[in-house]
């Protein structure tokens, strides 16, 4: 009996989920509640367990976008119970003579495994892309079994011993470095001992020689560009493994030139009065990281704001001195009455909370063709996590004591590094604050989160000159930005907010007045 194992509702906003990674693999056995896939939405990474024990069989693909409830795979459960002890011993014991195998039987019987081989330092995985051998078909030594194709070249897989063919992994497979490829079992001694004489001197000359078969040999892909310039293989320098010719290697290759046409050149050159390049010296190494599932989230939801919101940004400038001299004065007392000590941002979450409530329009959001307004802030905390940035939520943020926000705030800090965000903590909010501060960043217009209408953006702490009482004076000073989407907030709206912002964090004590 098959289980059908899909995914499964993870919130109410949620209609689809990215299949990130298989921990388990086809065939596999699993156990019940046992972790066999990683699906992530564009909130949070969740794990997908087994429901039952048996065998597992794949339907969905690493990658693939999934709605909720679609088929990721199936359990067979007939197979859970399956032990090695359904083959009897006596079995063996049963054969005849004849049956048993004999020594030279047994070397037959061996099973090779054919690996995907270290192509390069910055190549991490292959793309299997043709089986030149089919399953079940005899090969032998060294023998040409598949293509393969990497971002950089296109490279063939050899045989490592001879014998019958029994393929693992299928065209169109994406393939790590040192990921099982085939096996090949049966037939290796007779296939060598069948090789006539003069092929095998002729082996062992090369390997006295110290070269490999795929020495000056092209690849499918360089064969063909080669062809198409003329080229012969000799005369292109390889640096692929075993001194094969790479797709790479081709492209670079140029045909000789003779000398007429070298003194030509030059003649040319020297009438037009032009010079040559200069050779460019030291390392041009480059690096390929496959996008995760999260990144294109992000990317995508990004660009989606940016094209679907009427998004300005609106500028003010914040004197930290008093907060500042507020925190060095009762930091310690609050970090022994509360254990946590007092950050920048618990300041700005309540001044945040304060403006909203006379600004109810920047905590608002469009839904169809209505406006949402809320009597309540859900503050959204953008936090940088390891697979990226994740925005929890701290829920009724106006209604906290500056302790509780700088509680919440750490523990979803820790909650975010650690990649155990729930949906439902990052679920929500009407207002996002983001501190590109930490990181030392002077100004910037930050992305508003959607479906918000704006976001706050905080900056390093700078000493500047400052004109107070017709004097100049040197003060800390912060620049803060607003984002905000022009179809529900106007200008007078948005620069009110900020100064409001800026007068409560510029004068602490109105905070606890609520004035």
Known sequence: MSLEIKVPAVGESITEVILAKWVKQDGEHVEMDEVIAELESDKATFELTAESAGELKLVAQEGDTLE?????????????????????????EV??????????????????????????????????????????????????????ESDKATFELPAEVAGILNTVAKEGDILAIGAVVATISGGAGNAESSKPKSENAESAKTEKSGTSYADKSPSPAAAKILAEKGIDAKDVKSTGVDGRITKEDAMNAQTAESPTSKVESSIVSKSNGSTSAPAVSGKRDERREKMTSLRKTISKRLVTVKNETAMLTTFNEVNMAPIMELRKKYKDSFKEKHGVGLGFMSFFTKAVTDALKDFPAVGARIDGEEIVYSNFADVSIAVSAPKGLVVPVIRNAESMTMAEIEKEVVRLAIKARDGKLSIEEMTGGNFTITNGGIFGSMLSTPIINAPQSAILGMHNIVERPVAENGQVVIRPIMYVALSYDHRVIDGKESVSFLVKVKQLLEDPARLLLGI
């Open 68 to 92: 909720i409830g679609a088929l990721v795979c199936t359990i067979d459960e007939g197979n859970a119970g399956k032990v090695e002890s359904e083959q009897p011993e006596t079995k063996s």
């Open 95 to 148: 054969k005849t003579e004849e049956e048993k195998p004999s020594s030279d039987s047994k070397s037959e019987a061996k099973e090779t495994t054919i690996k995907v081989p270290s192509v390069g330092e910055s190549i991490t995985e292959v793309t299997l892309i043709k089986w030149l051998k089919q399953d079940g078909e005899s090969v032998a030594l060294d023998e040409i079994i598949a293509e393969l």
